[in-house]
């Protein structure tokens, strides 16, 4: 079975950086579109970041861009998301996900893992 397990996350100071690491096993995902996505408190699940797999192209919110940078590790199967230049509204629990659609839409994006914390402090 398909399994996707997120780590990295914590608690840090405005500016600070982290880095996400989403972990996937049950196969390989050289012709699926790996992504990233948050949901703060009481806010609707928003898309952060993806990546095609078997090419590495990437594409960005805007409220991300220039902060974050998403990447592969093929020889892992293991997807990344660094984010520098933390700010409070990135306060959200993070969660990987992958699908077979080019979206920024979480109805395209069959598996999902748990998801991980992180908190931004001001």
């Known amino acids: 079975q398909v399994q996707l397990v997120e780590s990295g996350g914590g608690l840090v100071q405005a500016g600070d950086s982290l880095r996400l690491s989403c972990a996937a096993s049950g196969r390989t995902f050289s012709n699926y579109y790996m992504a990233w996505f948050r949901q703060a408190p009481g806010k609707e699940r928003e898309f952060v970041a993806g990546?095609?797999?078997?090419?590495?192209?990437?594409y960005y919110a805007d409220s991300v861009k220039g902060r974050f940078t998403i990447s592969r590790d093929n020889a892992k199967n293991t997807v990344h998301l660094q984010m520098n230049s933390l700010k409070p509204g990135d306060t959200a629990v993070y969660c990987c996900?992958?699908?077979?659609?080019?979206?920024?839409?979480?109805?395209?994006?069959?598996?999902w893992g748990q998801g991980t914390q992180v908190i931004v402090s001001s």
């Open positions: 996900a992958a699908g077979r659609t080019l979206s920024v839409l979480e109805t395209s994006y069959v598996y």
């Open positions: 990546i095609t797999w078997s090419t590495g192209s990437t």
